[in-house]
Structures are given as structure tokens and as C-alpha cells.
């Protein structure tokens, strides 16, 4: 086992521990799951990324139904109120659609992050809010009809 063989790992979840969001989420039907999985590029210096949503049966393998973008990092309020980036990643926590063909996540692209919609059956992904600012969490109603964030 070398540093190479660690670093090309792939991790699915929080790299601390503590009370985090649920990295794996299920869908309404109990029948599959989506996460957020990212592997370290030594070459570059930065993370590929990629949003999975996976069925919950013996021998399924997992669809990409998004990929790319920059790791989202933790924030703490410093000394004289200054914000900084911990380097630590946020647990990005898909969150299922109300009828499951759909899960919203956190994507950062551009120096910018929205919410984005990728199609559970890996038909497609957009970008969903164009805000300003950073969304840093959003819900989705029980009605399954809006987004509030």
C-alpha cells in the first residue's frame, strides 16, 4: 500500500467526525440511494467530483448523474469576525424529489454556489438557482412543489 494507493481513494461522506448531514440519502420508494463522491487529484491540486444515484439491489451499480465542480469547503469565523475556509469539505446531502425522479444538491462552480437538479435515472443535470451569493442550504416543501433556501 502506497500514499499513491490512499490518495486515488474514493470517499463517500465527511473526512471528520461529529454530527454531519447524512452523506447517503434514500429515496421516497426506499429503493435507491444518492451521494456525493470525490477523489483527490494530486496533479492539480483539487477533487473530481461526481453526484451517484444507485440502486438498492444485490449487484446494481451506481449511475453518475453529475459530475464536476469544486469542493465546497467549511467556513469558521476567525479572530475579529474574518471568515476562512477550514480546507475540511462540507457533506453534501442530496435531497430526493417527491416523486424520486430527481434529486437537488449543492454544486460550486465559478467561485459560485447554487442549487442544481440532476435526473435520477442519469438523464441530465442543470443548474437550478442563479443567485448572487452562495446558497449554503436549501429544503425542499412537503409539497414537493418549492425550494426554499
Given at each position: 500500500l502506497t500514499s499513491d494507493d490512499l490518495v486515488g481513494l474514493h470517499d463517500i461522506g465527511p473526512m471528520?467526525?461529529?454530527?454531519?448531514?447524512?452523506?447517503?440519502?434514500?429515496?421516497?420508494?426506499?429503493?435507491?440511494?444518492?451521494?456525493?463522491?470525490?477523489?483527490?487529484?494530486?496533479?492539480?491540486?483539487?477533487?473530481?467530483?461526481?453526484?451517484?444515484?444507485?440502486?438498492?439491489?444485490l449487484g446494481a451499480s451506481p449511475i453518475r448523474v453529475d459530475t464536476g465542480g469544486e469542493l465546497i469547503r467549511k467556513t469558521v469565523t476567525g479572530v475579529g469576525g474574518v471568515i476562512m475556509n477550514t480546507g475540511f469539505p462540507v457533506t453534501i446531502s442530496p435531497i430526493w424529489s417527491k416523486d424520486g425522479r430527481a434529486i437537488y444538491f449543492l454544486k460550486r462552480l465559478g467561485q459560485s454556489t447554487q442549487i442544481w437538479r440532476a435526473w435520477a435515472n442519469g438523464s441530465g443535470s442543470e443548474q437550478i438557482t442563479h443567485d448572487d451569493g452562495d446558497v449554503v442550504e436549501f429544503a425542499i416543501a412537503k409539497s414537493g412543489t418549492r425550494l426554499t433556501y
Open positions: 471528520t467526525s461529529g454530527p454531519e448531514p447524512h452523506a447517503v440519502t434514500l429515496s421516497p420508494d426506499r429503493k435507491k440511494i444518492s451521494f456525493l463522491m470525490q477523489q483527490a487529484v494530486p496533479e492539480t491540486n483539487d477533487y473530481r467530483l461526481g453526484i451517484f444515484v444507485m440502486d438498492l439491489r
